[in-house]
C-alpha cells in the first residue's frame, strides 16, 4: 500500500512540471491568437477609414477639378478678346499653362484615389459560366488599337477543349487588361532600343493535370523584362517603375485572380520578355459566394 502511495506521489510530482509547462504554452498561444486578433481588427478599422477618407477626398477633388475647367473656359473666351501679340495675351496664356497642369495634377490624384478604391474595396464577385477564348479574343479586339498605337502588335492564341470556369466577366477582363497595358507600357518605354517585333501575345491552354487542371492564361510580351532586383517586389501595392504610375495595376490584378481561386506568376528573362501565367480552377459546379 505505502508503494502505491510513493508511486502516486512520484507520478504526480513528475507531472506537475509537464502540466505547467504545457498551461503556459497554451496561455502564450492563446495571448498571441488574442493579439493577432486585435492587429487584425485594427486593420480592419484603418482599412474603413482610409476608404471613407478616399472618398471624402475624391468628392471635393471633383468639384476643384470641373471649377479648373469652367476657369479654363473662361481664360479661352478672354483670350480670343485680347489681341495677339500683347502683354496681356502672354499673361493670359501663362495663367491658362498654369491651368492645364493644375487640371493634369487634379486628374492624377483622382486617377490614384480610384485606384487605391479599387484595390482596397471588398470584391463581390458577380460568376458565371465563361467562354475563357471567347473573353480573351474580344479583349484583344477592344484592346489593339491602343496597342497598335504604341507600336505593338497584339495576337490571341486560344486552345480547344478547355473545361468550363466560372468568372466574374468585368473584373476578371478588368485584370487581364491590366498586364496587357502594363506589358505595351513596358515595350513602349524601352523604345528604339528594343531589337525586333514588339508583341503581345495572349494565350489560353488547358492546365497540366498536376497543377490541379483548369484554364490557364498567359500573357506573355517581347519586351525588356523584368530586373532580379525588382521580381519579389512586383505585386507590392505602390511599387511602379513607371513615371506617373500609381503601382496598384498588377496587386489589384493578383487580387481580383485570387478571388476566383486561382493564382498568378511571372517568368522573366531580362532582354527577352515577359510572361504572367494566370491559373483558374475547374468549374465544379458548387457555388462559391463571395
Same mark, same amino acid.
Given at each position: 500500500?505505502?508503494?502505491?502511495?510513493?508511486?502516486?506521489?512520484?507520478?504526480?510530482?513528475?507531472?506537475?512540471?509537464?502540466?505547467?509547462?504545457?498551461?503556459?504554452?497554451?496561455?502564450?498561444?492563446?495571448?498571441?491568437?488574442?493579439?493577432?486578433?486585435?492587429?487584425?481588427?485594427?486593420?480592419?478599422?484603418?482599412?474603413?477609414?482610409?476608404?471613407?477618407?478616399?472618398?471624402?477626398?475624391?468628392?471635393?477633388?471633383?468639384?476643384?477639378?470641373?471649377?479648373?475647367?469652367?476657369?479654363?473656359?473662361?481664360?479661352?473666351?478672354?483670350?480670343?478678346? #485680347?489681341?495677339?501679340?500683347?502683354?496681356?495675351?502672354?499673361?493670359?496664356?501663362?495663367?491658362?499653362?498654369?491651368?492645364?497642369?493644375?487640371?493634369?495634377?487634379?486628374?492624377?490624384?483622382?486617377?490614384?484615389?480610384?485606384?487605391?478604391?479599387?484595390?482596397?474595396?471588398?470584391?463581390?464577385?458577380?460568376?458565371?459560366?465563361?467562354?475563357?477564348?471567347?473573353?480573351?479574343?474580344?479583349?484583344?479586339?477592344?484592346?489593339?488599337?491602343?496597342?497598335?498605337?504604341?507600336?505593338?502588335?497584339?495576337?490571341?492564341?486560344?486552345?480547344?477543349?478547355?473545361?468550363?470556369?466560372?468568372?466574374?466577366?468585368?473584373?476578371?477582363?478588368?485584370?487581364?487588361?491590366?498586364?496587357?497595358?502594363?506589358?505595351?507600357?513596358?515595350?513602349?518605354?524601352?523604345?528604339?532600343?528594343?531589337?525586333?517585333?514588339?508583341?503581345?501575345?495572349?494565350?489560353?491552354?488547358?492546365?497540366?493535370?498536376?497543377?490541379?487542371?483548369?484554364?490557364?492564361?498567359?500573357?506573355?510580351?517581347?519586351?525588356?523584362?523584368?530586373?532580379?532586383?525588382?521580381?519579389?517586389?512586383?505585386?507590392?501595392?505602390?511599387?511602379?517603375?513607371?513615371?506617373?504610375?500609381?503601382?496598384?495595376?498588377?496587386?489589384?490584378?493578383?487580387?481580383?485572380?485570387?478571388?476566383?481561386?486561382?493564382?498568378?506568376?511571372?517568368?522573366?528573362?531580362?532582354?527577352?520578355?515577359?510572361?504572367?501565367? #494566370?491559373?483558374?480552377?475547374?468549374?465544379?459546379?458548387?457555388?462559391?459566394?463571395?
Amino acid at each position: 500500500m505505502a508503494e502505491f502511495w510513493i508511486g502516486l506521489l512520484v507520478g504526480v510530482a513528475l507531472a506537475v512540471p509537464v502540466i505547467f509547462l504545457f498551461t503556459r504554452r497554451t496561455v502564450r498561444r492563446m495571448e498571441q491568437l488574442y493579439e493577432r486578433a486585435r492587429a487584425a481588427e485594427r486593420l480592419a478599422e484603418i482599412g474603413t477609414l482610409t476608404g471613407g477618407l478616399a472618398h471624402e477626398i475624391k468628392n471635393p477633388l471633383s468639384s476643384v477639378n470641373l471649377n479648373i475647367q469652367l476657369l479654363q473656359e473662361d481664360l479661352q473666351e478672354l483670350a480670343d478678346r #485680347v489681341p495677339a501679340e500683347t502683354d496681356n495675351a502672354d499673361r493670359i496664356g501663362r495663367i491658362r499653362r498654369r491651368f492645364e497642369s493644375l487640371s493634369r495634377e487634379t486628374q492624377r490624384l483622382r486617377d490614384i484615389l480610384e485606384d487605391f478604391l479599387q484595390f482596397a474595396g471588398r470584391i463581390k464577385l458577380d460568376r458565371t459560366a465563361v467562354d475563357v477564348n471567347g473573353l480573351i479574343q474580344e479583349l484583344v479586339d477592344f484592346f489593339e488599337p491602343q496597342a497598335h498605337a504604341m507600336g505593338v502588335r497584339v495576337h490571341a492564341q486560344t486552345a480547344s477543349n478547355l473545361s468550363a470556369v466560372q468568372l466574374d466577366v468585368g473584373l476578371f477582363k478588368q485584370a487581364l487588361l491590366n498586364l496587357m497595358l502594363n506589358a505595351c507600357q513596358a515595350m513602349e518605354k524601352q523604345g528604339a532600343d528594343q531589337a525586333g517585333p514588339r508583341e503581345l501575345i495572349v494565350r489560353s491552354l488547358a492546365a497540366p493535370a498536376k497543377e490541379g487542371g483548369g484554364v490557364q492564361v498567359h500573357v506573355t510580351d517581347t519586351g525588356p523584362g523584368i530586373p532580379d532586383a525588382d521580381m519579389d517586389k512586383l505585386f507590392q501595392p505602390y511599387f511602379s517603375t513607371k513615371k506617373g504610375g500609381t503601382g496598384l495595376g498588377l496587386p489589384t490584378s493578383r487580387r481580383i485572380i485570387e478571388e476566383h481561386g486561382g493564382g498568378i506568376r511571372v517568368h522573366s528573362e531580362p532582354g527577352r520578355g515577359t510572361q504572367f501565367i #494566370v491559373a483558374l480552377p475547374e468549374d465544379t459546379g458548387e457555388s462559391d459566394e463571395t
